[in-house]
């Protein structure tokens, strides 16, 4: 049964620092592209980061990048968002994708439509 679980998330302060972790099980790791969505509340879910299953290439939502960082482990079978300088506006559920149709990170991000998704975790950013 393929499985996804995020962790990691929590209460920060506005430039604090979080790692999410998506931890994914009974499936080939390797011949999925993963993502991390996130959804605020009253806004429609939008992808934050993606991360191919070959060349780990990545794709990045405009308003985090160069804060934020994604990577996976194959021998973890785990991918990471790595949180860095958190606003407000950060806040929401983050969830973790998988899917294996998609050849991109970014086809992965610009899609709503992934094949199994984690339960989320939530993550505040506030003083």
């Known amino acids: 049964q393929l499985q996804l679980v995020e962790s990691g998330g929590g209460l920060v302060q506005p430039g604090g620092s979080l790692r999410l972790s998506c931890a994914a099980s009974?499936?080939?790791?390797?011949?999925?592209?993963i993502g991390w969505f996130r959804q605020a509340p009253g806004k429609e879910r939008e992808g934050v980061s993606c991360i191919s299953r070959s060349d780990g290439s990545t794709n990045y939502a405009d308003s985090v990048k160069g804060r934020f960082t994604i990577s996976r482990d194959s021998a973890k079978n785990t991918v990471y968002l790595h949180m860095n300088s958190l606003k407000p506006e950060d806040t929401g559920i983050y969830y973790c994708?998988?899917?294996?149709?998609?050849?991109?990170?970014?086809?992965?991000?610009?899609?709503?439509?992934?094949?199994?998704w984690g339960q989320g975790t939530q993550v505040t950013v506030s003083s």
């Open positions: 009974g499936f080939t790791f390797d011949n999925y592209v």
């Open positions: 994708a998988a899917d294996f149709r998609f050849i991109t990170a970014q086809i992965m991000c610009d899609r709503d439509d992934q094949t199994y």
